[in-house]
């Protein structure tokens, strides 16, 4: 236990602006959020896509629910890519097929952010949402890198949509976070209602993260998806509780936030996933104890 706190303190330490915080905090925030709303019972098999899916600094999947479907889809195959797309502005689903479509750092990157925008809307269902976080005043990253954007452009948007023939789109919340000391830049978050009126009660996101970074960490980390599943150390309990480390369930919730964990220090330190070298260790049914530390180590 000893070395994950030790991992967890590093984790603080560490310049944090190649681990996306706000993307990971608003992004699972909306899937928390979509969890009261559409599957309190954790029982139904929501459609969710992600464009611009490419796991470069954590991808919004890790905090999907795993009993979703989730597709990712992005202009070039990588990590986090189900599909290829052969146009960055057409995605290849008929009309209505997601409950819920995501943008996180990609449209920024699209020289026509608006024509993907309304392809996005077209494949959302009549109930569904539409997610966008995108840099507000981010430094020149990522090739090609075209625009950046205020709440503004939320209503700006909308008005494309109707523009678009998508009149009954509606703007639901606009709002660039607060600055935060252990992340470079500022994000927009956008998100959007396909249709208004066959919502009984609009979903809505937090609009600021905690001043405390180590709260903030403890939260995307109790929502990444290995709080979500039983790993191959075959314990078998009820759902995790979500609250911070130190865990009060010790063997389960230390096997959930290792996992966690080493996906973050593998995305703050710029290494290839972990997933690997944990399944290695894992064989001969050695325990998260031992397994953690050593890949920690390694």
């Given amino acids: 236990l000893l070395q994950l706190l030790q991992l967890l303190q590093l984790l603080q330490l560490q310049d944090v602006s190649a681990f996306h915080v706000s993307a990971a ?3 699972s925030e909306f899937f928390e959020r979509l969890v009261w709303h559409r599957d309190p019972g954790l029982n139904k098999t929501l459609q969710v896509l992600e464009v611009g899916s490419q796991n470069v600094n954590g991808g919004l999947r890790d905090y999907s629910k795993t009993h979703w479907n989730f597709t990712g889809v992005d202009i070039a195959d990588a990590d986090g890519v189900d599909i290829v797309l052969d146009d960055p502005y ?7 097929t997601f409950d819920c479509v995501l943008s996180s750092s990609q449209m920024e990157h699209s020289p026509f952010f608006w024509l993907i925008f309304t392809e996005m809307l077209r494949v959302v269902k009549e109930d569904g949402y539409l997610l966008v976080i995108a840099p507000s005043n981010i430094m020149y990253h990522f090739q090609p890198d075209h625009w950046r954007f205020l709440p503004d ?7 494309w949509a109707h523009r678009s023939g998508l009149t009954k789109v509606r703007l639901l919340q ?3 976070h607060q600055p935060i000391k252990w992340q470079s830049h500022t994000d927009n978050v956008m998100l959007y209602a396909r249709n208004l009126e066959v919502l009984k009660e609009p979903l809505r996101i937090t609009e600021r993260m ?14 990444h998806f290995c709080w979500q599943k039983i790993h191959q150390d075959r314990i078998r309990v009820g759902r995790p509780a979500r609250v911070a480390l130190p ?8 096997a959930h936030a290792c996992c966690a964990s080493v996906e973050m220090r593998s995305m703050l330190m710029g290494l290839p996933r972990l997933e690997q070298e944990l399944n290695m260790c894992w064989i001969g049914g050695r325990s998260y104890e031992v397994c953690c530390p050593e890949v920690v180590r390694g």
């Fill in 90 to 96: 057409v995605l290849p689903f008929s009309d209505g």
């Fill in 210 to 223: 905690s001043a405390v970074e180590d709260k903030v960490m403890s939260i995307i980390r109790s929502r």
């Fill in 247 to 254: 865990p009060t369930n010790a063997l389960f919730s230390y």
């Fill in 174 to 176: 606009a709002f660039v």
């Fill in 153 to 159: 452009a939320g209503r700006a948007l909308e008005a």
């Fill in 25 to 27: 905090y608003f992004g």
